[in-house]
């Protein structure tokens, strides 16, 4: 089975910071990979979809790197809002949706 | 549309007894996955369905988890037995053709004791 890696934190970060972190995955097919966040005691939402060539939404980006086989989460300018679990994702065709086991950020004030 | 509907959100039941969960996906989506999400193992895929048909269920912990999906706008998680063990999120995620956002519900939450 597909193994997706993140450092479980937790990331305290005092607002206004930037914050990154990273995931690595083991199938090197995978084609699509999703970071997604979750709020305590909430169900995950997709935070974005992150692409060969990077992509930027606001103060996020997220980038891939094929050839180490991980992906990035970059935060700007954190805000208190901010604080939660974000979990990397993994699809690779058959295998559905692959999990990491997620991030804990905290932004302090 | 409502999202993905859940039932129970919170279920406590005895070990030993029979726990089915529900899930009602968004219409039109034509994929579904049941995660169990705990402390210790994070989010794990248990199973997942493809236009009604399980494609990948090795994720299944044991014989006493079954899931089924007789149409598009339904699908059951049963345990039987439960056990203490089996104490933990469920949550049913829906998502429609390509690669699309994934969808969750509210999850339930339950407790064997």
């Known amino acids: 089975r597909k193994e997706v890696e993140q450092d479980p934190g937790p990331f305290n970060v005092p607002e206004g910071a930037t914050v990154a972190f990273n995931c690595t995955y083991s199938?090197?097919?995978?084609?699509?990979f999703f970071w997604y966040r979750q709020d305590c005691r909430k169900e995950p939402k997709l935070l974005m979809s992150?692409?060969?060539s990077g992509n930027e939404d606001g103060r996020f980006t997220a980038q891939l790197n094929r050839a180490s086989q991980y992906i990035s989460l970059l935060i700007r300018d954190s805000k208190l809002s901010d604080s939660a679990t974000y979990l990397c994702v993994e699809e690779g065709g058959a295998d559905g949706l692959t999990f990491g086991k997620g991030t804990h950020l905290i932004i302090q004030p | 549309d409502a999202g993905v509907i859940q039932s129970p959100r919170h279920e406590v039941t005895e070990m030993g007894q029979e726990v089915t969960l529900r899930c009602k996906p968004i219409s039109g989506h034509n994929s579904l996955f049941w995660y169990r999400q705990t402390m210790m193992r994070g989010l794990e895929l248990l199973i997942y369905?493809?236009?009604?048909?399980?494609?990948?269920d090795s994720g299944m912990p044991e014989d006493r988890f079954s899931a089924k999906m007789p149409n598009a706008s339904f699908s059951t998680l049963k345990i039987q037995p439960s056990e203490p063990r089996d104490s933990a999120v469920y949550f049913c995620?829906?998502?429609?053709?390509?690669?699309?956002?994934?969808?969750f519900g509210q999850g339930t939450r339950l407790t064997v004791v």
């Open positions: 995620a829906s998502r429609g053709m390509g690669n699309t956002e994934a969808f």
């Open positions: 199938n090197s097919a995978s084609q699509s």
């Open positions: 992150v692409y060969s």
């Open positions: 369905f493809n236009n009604n048909v399980p494609i990948d």
